[in-house]
């Protein structure tokens, strides 16, 4: 069975209908990329699968480790191990980002049944988790977020799914607001986690992030459907032919 | 004020204990100029009473708008002489401390001193941290150079009331170019021992050029019990010296606590407030900072976590009379239950003062539908070449940042209590003493968390 099965999935913000009937299945062990124009409604996915109150599914499946994921509160998502990498990530004034992951995770860890982390074990498998996103141990102990670079902020994303060790990431555009340098390093603390027990949705416009974190499975957005699959050569072909081939084919089509 | 309120006043069988209490006092032993400043003191008070809103005019009145000391007033609270502590132990109040042995600690019970109690090093030369009684009977020329001379009582009733019972309190005088190694803690515990007390605490501190002090100011009460704390300090800075202030109230829920604290400062001088309010059925804070000199730098910070049907009230002055220079202000509430907060900061500046930076802020994070808080800035600007700002806040907390807790797989109720306490502690982490900030942190942690255990 397949980690995560959308089927036919619609919904939107309010009464405005974005997503027009998604289906995509994922696998453990498998990386899919979903590109597309903007308002194509690839974040709007992001915040439906991981439960963002304004975005409300209206009909359609989402199936996760056999579970109806639609009928599962935001939290329980997380702790069943969906995360959510934020295009904009929130600044939390006040509480440190090692204290913020700690409370994380051990909510986690209750949720699992298990014990929690005392101090010293957390702050072990935080030191591990810092070397993957090339992440400065101040960043760490400084609220979350807050005064942090563009950069800085998206790879403190990257650093907390190190954290969590997710089943189910979506990385809603992780690469926007980076530079080259940033870009690898955040690349790389991805490809750190790709895993046979887990999978990742990559949302991204641009193919650059792809050379870096190579998909196994691309899909191209379109008007609140995904109107054309493929593999990574398909993101090479939308770098070099833009996305107007997609709207004529889709508008032929429809 | 007119003959007939001073007739009133001065007859008002609600103040009956205040004026026994007082007529005792005058039959113990002290200087004249003190004798006389009671004296002066007491017939304001005579003419003022207690600031009651419905007894007042404008524009007094207008200070008074949402806090009513009418239940302060009905209480026949007396005054305790001299206190055997013998109810009170070292442990009862180390969980309200917070250095080592080398903190000096002057421990009052009820408003009066207990030697046994206090812990008193032997300060460095050029620092003098004496009991008031030690003052008076020691060198009280700096007593009568600054005491009331700060925080005036002839319109101030709770300062009246104070003033007419200067007994006990501390100064701390640091000469110029002395630093105190570490902070002066002055420790306020009440206890029940049947009727409801009263005390008068009085603090000055002087800080003369370029020295610097902290000083500790701790109310708070081993039983649940009803008292009243009516509080008056003076902060005086002579030119580049340093003040940094806490005012800690941990008192009972059946409490009342009232404070003045009165900063004058000089030239390139800093003074720091922080003002931390977790106890009493009533507080009203005044906070007045008088800039008096040029490129001096105030910091008035404070928080308030109230919750029940607790009422915590924060006037806040900040005079510029004198160009150049820069005040910071910050106050944040926390209000569950029926709690109701009241901020209102004022901030002077006066022709003179050009180039001046004012910054002032008051946040409130309200966790219940029936806590309320009335938030009011007071800007009054005399000068034209100035930066003022301020703004205030009154809300709920933020849904994207609840979601971004719960994205990482926090419940909403663990989400939420961690944002709130990242509202109080955001502000813990600037203080400059460890101690507090680290034992603060702590205690915020575990009341947003609803622990009751004792940190």
Known sequence: MALLEIKNLHGGIRDLEILKGIDLSINEGEVHAIMGPNGSGKSTLSKVLSGHEEYAPTSGEVIYKGQDLLDMTPEDRAKEGVFLAFQYPVEIPGVSNAYFLRTAINERRVYDGKEEMSAGDFLRHMRAKMKLVDMDEALANRPVNEDFSGGEKKRNEIFHMAVLEPTLSILDETDSGLDIDALKVVSYGINQQRSEKNAMIVITHYQRLLDYVVPDFVHVMFEGRIVKSGTKELALELEERGYDWIREETTAAG | MTQVSEHIANSDERYVTYRTDYEELKKAQAPLWLHQLRKRAMTSFGNLGLPITREMDFPEREDWMFTNLAPIAKIPFTREYESSATDVSSEDIAPYTYGDDSWTELVFVNGCYSESLSRRPVQGPGIRVETLAEAV???????????????????????????????????????????????????????????????????????????????????????????????????????????????????????????????????????????????????????????????????????????????????????????????????????????????????????????????????????????????????????????????????????????????????????????????????????????????????????????????
């Open chain 2, 137 to 455: 009977n020691g060198d009280s020329e700096l007593l009568q150079t600054h005491l009331a001379h700060h925080a005036e009582f002839e319109s101030t009733g709770l300062s009246a009331l104070n003033t007419a019972f200067l007994d006990q309190g501390v100064l701390v005088h640091v000469q110029a170019g002395k630093l105190t190694e570490h902070p002066i803690h002055i420790i306020h515990v009440s206890v029940d021992r049947g009727t409801p007390t009263v005390s008068h605490p009085r603090i000055l501190v002087v800080a003369d050029q370029d020295s610097a002090v902290t000083v500790v100011e701790s109310y708070f009460s081993l039983t649940d019990h009803q008292y009243y704390n009516n509080c008056v300090t003076e902060l005086v800075t002579g030119r580049a010296a340093t003040i940094d202030h806490y005012r800690i109230n941990r008192e009972s829920l059946a409490s009342y606590h009232t404070s003045m604290t009165k900063a004058e400062q000089h030239d390139d001088s800093n003074i720091s407030t922080f003002n931390m309010c977790m106890g009493g059925a009533l507080t009203r804070n005044d906070t007045h900072a008088h800039l008096n000199g040029e490129h001096i730098v105030t910091r008035m910070n404070g928080i308030y976590i109230v919750n029940g049907s607790q009422h915590v009230d924060n006037h806040t002055v900040m005079d510029h009379a004198k160009p150049n220079c820069n005040s910071y202000e910050v106050y944040k509430g926390i209000l569950d239950g029926n709690a109701h907060g009241v901020f209102n900061g004022k901030v002077f500046v006066r022709q003179d003062a050009q180039e001046t930076d004012a910054k002032q802020l008051n946040k409130n994070l309200l966790l219940s539908p029936n806590a309320s808080v009335d938030t009011k800035p007071q800007l009054e600007i005399f000068a034209d070449q100035v930066k003022c700002t301020h703004g205030a806040t009154v809300g709920q907390l933020d849904e994207d940042q609840i979601f971004y807790g719960i994205t990482r797989g926090m419940s909403r109720a663990v989400a939420c209590q961690l944002l709130t306490y990242g509202f109080a502690a955001d502000l813990v982490r600037r203080l400059k003493v460890e101690a507090i900030r680290e034992r603060l942190d702590t205690l915020f942690e575990n009341t947003i968390k609803g622990r009751t255990d004792e940190v």
